[in-house]
């Protein structure tokens, strides 16, 4: 089900995980709320916590704390199961089977199954159907994993860096693929990426994790009209900051360039520009630096 009472793609309340073998908190006090229909962008530094979230999402992995619902239901259940698609790093798939034999499983093993798509995602890879699945290219099997992943027709689609073994023309096939999937199915996606121009275009809502923690969930236009790259004399930010959010900020001599979450009328002095997405969650990530601790702080909290 689309439309406005659709139940969210994804909502979390107070969720956490830790892995046993780690000890702490890998995801801690997680409250955000995905509508349903949206491409979702899902950002973070290098261990934030995506991966853990999309796990948790399709069911691999069990809260330890809060809730977690995919499109209303618990993720892992049956029901969630059979709407639910969610493409891993590892892409879990049999060597030994051919190409053919993997989608006749994906057939048997969904109620849904629509044949014709899985088929065309392959065959605009060039990879044909007898190919054993050991012997192809990760981006191959990247390709046959999707296929799987779509061929199910799910009304949420999790993807967990898709096009990390992708060339740039595949990239872009399968970016097409995955809004026209959403235009015309309404199908909800979250994906995950480092690759922020490719999420430019394609993307209509952010998730952006740090540390564990939420810090984003939100509409993308929102976020580009809410926010402003400002150019200015450094000795203005004191004022800056105490009217606006300063997100990330980064001097050069007396100048200096700041991204604002705008609380209000910007002052005349500054140069302001429309940031793209693109720089917005740049700098949120960049915003991740300036709140840890440089090398040699961390030195002194270990010791
Ligand atoms: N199986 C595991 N056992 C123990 N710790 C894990 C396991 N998987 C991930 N972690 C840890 O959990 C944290 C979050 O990892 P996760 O893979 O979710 O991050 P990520 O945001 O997907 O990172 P990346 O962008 O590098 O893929 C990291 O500190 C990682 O070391």
């Not at 969630?80 to 034999?101: E, G």
């Not at 606006?244 to 100048?255: D, F, I, K, S």
């Not at 960049?286 to 010791?303: G, K, L, N, S, Y």
Request: aromatic share 4%.
């Amino acid at each position: 089900m689309t439309g406005p009472d659709a139940p969210a793609a994804l909502r979390a309340t107070g969720l956490g995980f830790r892995y046993r073998a780690r000890g702490g908190w890998t995801l801690r006090d997680c409250e955000f709320t995905v509508p349903s229909g949206r491409i979702t962008a899902l950002v973070g530094r290098n261990g934030a916590g995506k991966s853990t979230l999309l796990h948790l999402a399709g069911g691999l992995l069990r809260a330890d704390s809060g809730e977690l619902r995919v499109l209303g239901v618990v993720p892992g259940t049956p029901e969630a199961r059979a709407r639910v698609a969610l493409f891993t790093q590892d892409k879990p798939l049999y060597p030994r089977f051919t190409v053919a034999d993997t989608l006749r499983l994906g057939k048997k093993l969904n109620s849904s199954w629509d044949q014709a798509a899985a088929e065309r995602i392959v065959h605009e890879g060039g990879i044909p159907l007898p190919a054993r699945v050991g012997e192809l290219s990760p981006g191959q099997r990247t390709r046959v994993a999707l296929a799987l992943a779509l061929g199910k027709r799910p009304e949420l689609l999790l993807l967990d860096e898709p096009m990390a073994d992708l060339d740039p023309v595949a990239r872009g096939e399968v970016m097409a693929m995955l809004m026209a999937e959403a235009a015309e199915r309404g199908t909800s996606i979250v994906l995950s990426s480092h690759v922020l121009p490719e999420l430019e275009q394609t993307c209509d809502w952010v998730l952006l994790v740090r540390d564990g923690h939420i810090e984003l969930s939100e509409d993308a236009d929102a976020l580009r009209e809410s926010h402003a790259v400002l150019t200015g004399h450094a000795d203005q930010v004191d004022a800056l900051a105490a009217r606006h959010t300063l997100v990330h900020h980064r001097a050069a001599g007396r100048q200096m360039t700041a991204l604002v979450r705008q609380r209000g009328p910007l002052p005349g002095d500054w140069h302001v520009e429309r940031p793209r997405l693109e720089d917005i969650l740049i700098g949120y990530l960049q915003a991740d630096d300036m709140a840890r601790p440089a090398a040699a702080e961390w030195t002194e909290v270990a010791a």
